[in-house]
Each structure stands twice: as C-alpha cells, then as structure tokens.
C-alpha cells in the first residue's frame, strides 16, 4: 500500500512505449539516481545505456522542447516540479510521471546484439516516431512499414483485418484509405513472416530513414533563412524545407558553443581559417536545449571511454559542457561492448522463453531471461 500524500514519500510511474507502467516510492527530496536505480531495478533491461526516462516540462513555452530528460544528480523536484495529486480521499497520490524511451538511436548492427524486449520497445517507439512525423517517409515506405506493424501484432492477414482494423496501430491512425488499402496489400504479400522476423524488418527500414533518431531544432541560419538544425547519431544536420542542405560529422566538428539565442558551430575551413557558422534560436532556453543534446550526443557516438570525456573535452567543449559530457553515462563504443558479452554469453547458456507482450505470440527465437518485467498496468485515464 502506498503512502497517504501527506507523507514525504512520492508514488513514481514510469511508462514504456508498450503502454505498459511499473510504480514504487521515492522520497520527495530524492536524485533522479534514485529514481533510475529503482526503476531499471524494477525492469530488468541489460541495453539500459541507450534508454533514458523523460518527462514532461512542467512550464513547456512554444519554442521549447515538449519532453526534458531526467538529470542523475539534480533532485528530481527541481526538474519536474512538485508531484500531482491524483485520485481522491484514502486512494489519494502524489505521483511523478515518466516516459523510458530510446534517448541514443543506433544501427542495425548494434540493435541485432540486443534482448527481444528492448528491440520491442524500439518498435513501438519507432511506431510513435512515424505517427508523429519525426521519421517522415514516403508513401510507399509507410505502407511497407505498415504491414510489417500488422504482421507483429496480428499475425498472418485474415479476412478480420480491415481499415478499422489496420488503423488500430500507432503508425496507422489518420492514414487515408489509398494508404491504408497500401498496408492490407503488403500485409498479404509477407504472409508466412515470422512476427519477430517482421519486427526486425520493421527496424531495420526505420534505421535507413534520414530522420531515424535525429532531434529537430527550428532556427534562422546566417542569411537569416528558417532552418532546422538536427542532432543526430552521426553529427549535425541542416534542413531547409525539409531537405538537407548541409552536414557536419561529429569528426569534423572543433567547437561548440552557445550564448544567449546564438547557437556557435566550428568547423576546418576548406583551404583556409576555420569556417564559423551561427544559428539563431528563437530563445536562450531553446537554444541551450539545442547546445546540451549536441554536446550529449557528440560525447555518446564519438568518445570511446566515458573517461575521456574529461581528459579530450577542451578539444572541442568548454569546462561548463564538460560537465554536461560527463554526465551523459557509457559511451557507445562501452555499450556495444557490454551488448556483444551479453550475447556471447547468452548463446553459451540460452534462457528460458518469456512472452514480450500479450500481443506478441511466444516463438522459438524469442528466448530472453526469466524475468524481464514485473509491471503493472495503468491508465492514463486514472490522472
């Protein structure tokens, strides 16, 4: 039984991108350390590196950022502010809630080392990204991606599956009937897929997306054009009317900085000094927002040893963004690393089988560990 509200204990929520949730307690004054512990502890998920728990900002202006990561040493009040009230009389709560999601997208070389439950989780997330226009496609690749969603979670097409049907799927919702016949099409044709195998597919495709995990940041460049500035795995992307009119490798990148809504990249010049390039926000905060995931991300893909974050940074960061690199955990070289012992040793000593989800079937190549989560459901509705 959780705690009266009145009590200095806080009920946290988390949910996973499988509409799943799991709960326990905090103190009021707790880390967000406490709260990560308790939860992976709850969700045993070895791929923990590449997940993060985020959480909505409590005051989110227009120019902001929807969604703010939680940070491991700042009290988690500070960051998501006093908990909410929810229910009534004795049932009464005070809760925090908060979203685990991919915060580090990789390839498919990298995704192929992970446990089953972790790629599911990968492909629900994917299936929110492309409902939500994060990962835009073509016609034709929605339909494909479509029917592969269908296959994982219906099986092979029967003659239930129709257009109210189909757009029962995160991906699916608010398609045009044209597209949506699209998706029945490809689902027929891949009749006979295994649902894992159709979930890997799935990934797969998303992964060859050029918006596949990289993070918009709406801005004005130089000549004073409206620009968006994408972070992503592989370095700093500039689209304009949504095509990619420039890139910058993580490689090529020499400094990073940031001061009021001006956003600093520097980079080697082609035959001479270095090229300065500014970027305007429409805010200190956003602009900030746009500084700290590049910094972040820069430190995730580029450094090999979390270490070297100190010792390298004033190649490229000042000692304030050190702090942020620091901060961001294992690198992806260190995670890859830890991904292959797991497999190597879970193909040494398979197992037992444990279901995904109720909506995914049992299936000889689904072997995981023997207790991957001890969640309990939970209804948005509740709040």
Excluded at 38 to 64: H, M, S, T, W
Excluded at 263 to 280: C, L, M, S
Aim: overall charge positive.
């Amino acid at each position: 039984m959780f705690k009266r509200p009145g009590s200095r204990a806080v009920v946290v929520r988390v949910y996973t991108a499988d509409g799943e949730s799991a709960e326990f307690l905090v103190e009021r004054r707790c880390p967000g350390s406490e709260v990560w512990a308790k939860f992976v502890d709850v969700v045993n998920i070895a791929e923990r590196d590449f997940f993060g728990l985020r959480y909505k900002r409590p005051k989110c202006a227009e120019d902001q950022e929807e969604y703010a990561w939680l940070v491991m040493d700042a009290t988690v009040q500070a960051q998501i502010g006093p908990p909410v009230l929810m229910g009534r009389g004795a049932t009464a709560q005070a809760v925090w809630e908060f979203e685990y999601r991919i915060r580090f997208y990789i390839g498919e070389s990298e995704t192929d080392l992970w446990e089953e439950f972790p790629r599911y989780l990968l492909f629900m997330q994917l299936q929110q990204d492309l409902a939500a226009n994060r990962i835009v496609v073509s016609p034709g690749t929605l339909a494909t991606l479509g029917g592969y969603a269908l296959q994982v979670a219906h099986g092979d097409w029967d003659r239930s599956v129709n257009l109210e049907r189909v757009r029962t799927m995160p991906i699916t919702k608010g398609l045009s009937d044209d597209i949506a016949h699209l998706v029945i099409e490809h689902h027929k044709q891949i009749r006979d897929t295994d649902r894992q195998a159709a979930q890997d597919l799935f990934i797969n495709l998303c992964q060859k997306q050029d918006l596949y995990g990289v993070s918009l940041f709406p801005c004005k460049n130089d000549k004073g054009q409206v620009v968006q500035v994408g972070v992503s795995p592989h370095g700093l992307r500039i689209y304009r009317k949504s095509t990619l009119v420039d890139e910058f490798p993580w490689i090529r990148l020499k400094n990073l900085q940031w001061s009021r809504k001006n956003f600093v990249v520097k980079v080697p010049g082609a035959n001479g000094p270095d090229q300065i390039i500014t970027y305007t926000l429409k805010s200190k905060t956003a602009c900030r927002d746009l500084w700290q995931a590049a910094i972040q991300h820069h430190t995730f893909y580029r450094r090999k040893h979390h270490a070297a974050a100190i010792a390298l940074a004033p190649t490229l960061i000042s000692k304030t963004a050190n702090d942020v690199a620091v901060k961001t955990g294992p690198t992806l070289a260190e995670a890859s690393a830890a991904a292959r012992r797991r497999a190597h040793t879970m193909a040494a000593a398979p197992s037992p089988q444990v279901a995904i989800s109720q909506n995914i079937r049992k299936s000889e190549r689904q072997v995981r560990r023997e207790s991957i989560l001890e969640m309990q459901p939970a209804s948005r509705a509740s709040a």
